[in-house]
């Protein structure tokens, strides 16, 4: 006979706390990410990160220090505010990353950038209602295309919905590999937002690397971040009249590093066109 007495519930269980390691990773990354904008942590960041991944603090604690931390500072230079934002950003990448839950979807993607830029860009969380474009130092100062401000929402979610549908059942690991990197470059293509979309793009795709069930836990994004980037702006270009073609070899050499442990070496240099 079956025992009433028992909860229901039993079964579901609080996540736990992240370990040590996980703590060390998030944070590596967190940090490393913000490289792709040439922004740099202050030494409290790195010592309140320290601390949280010691245990003395979590993560909302953490937040809340730097938090703190700069609402004592009234004056400050372009320079110091732009150390705020690495380390605002950097905690915030940092909690995220230690979360268990993530959906993918249009919406938490969205929301991913919302809980980043919250309080550093009026437009965190925003679709842009304006076209952009940005001059690429790996394209020697030519630009990319990124998607029009009339579609993004509906390209986002097309990307997506497309992605959400395919089926990795039966793919090599090459294949695979391939996939992921087309996948990665035409999302960070429609660049959704004003401002932070690199670091957008790169939260929510580890998170669904890990949903796939792959261990997305070493210094990849660390230590390379802007190679990262500088990878997908590659996969997005093309000027025919000058031999240079879109191609995704090098996002492909930094996932094999990421997910397959291959240790292909990553430099910039090798970008520049």
């Avoid at 601390?51 to 931390?69: F, P, Q, V």
């Avoid at 004592?72 to 995220?96: M, P, Q, Y």
């Avoid at 993530?102 to 969380?125: K, N, W």
């Avoid at 690429?136 to 992605?163: N, P």
């Amino acid at each position: 006979m079956k025992d009433t007495n028992n909860n229901p519930f039993d079964e579901y269980i609080k996540n736990l706390p992240p370990t040590k390691k996980e703590l060390g990773h998030a944070w590596s990354a967190a940090i490393g990410l913000q490289d792709v904008d040439g922004l740099k942590p202050s030494k409290y960041l790195y010592e309140t990160a320290k601390k949280n991944i010691d245990g003395e603090i979590t993560l909302d604690e953490a937040g809340d220090l730097i938090n703190s931390y700069y609402e004592s500072k009234e004056k400050r230079t372009e320079i110091e505010n732009r150390t705020e934002e690495a380390d605002k950003v950097s905690a915030k990448i940092a909690k995220i990353l230690s979360e268990k839950s993530f959906s993918f979807s249009p919406t938490q993607y969205i929301a991913i950038h919302r809980e980043l830029f919250l309080g550093i860009f009026s437009h965190a969380g925003k679709v842009r209602d304006y076209n952009i474009t940005k001059k690429e130092w790996v394209l020697d100062g030519d630009i990319v295309m990124y998607g029009g401000a009339s579609e993004l929402r509906e390209t986002l979610e097309y990307d997506l919905s497309k992605e959400k549908e395919f089926s990795y059942k039966g793919l090599s690991m090459d294949d695979t590999i391939h996939h992921l990197a087309v996948f990665v470059a035409n999302l960070w293509q429609i660049h959704v937002f004003g401002e932070g979309n690199t670091q957008t793009t790169a939260v929510f795709f580890i998170k669904y690397l890990r949903s796939l069930g792959f261990e997305v836990e070493n210094d990849m994004f660390a230590d390379n971040s802007w190679y990262f980037r500088n990878a997908l702006v590659r996969a997005n270009y093309n000027n025919i009249k000058n031999g240079v073609y879109e191609t995704t070899e090098y996002l492909e050499k930094f996932l094999r590093n990421l997910l397959l442990n291959e240790k292909h070496e990553l430099h910039n240099r090798e970008l520049h066109i």
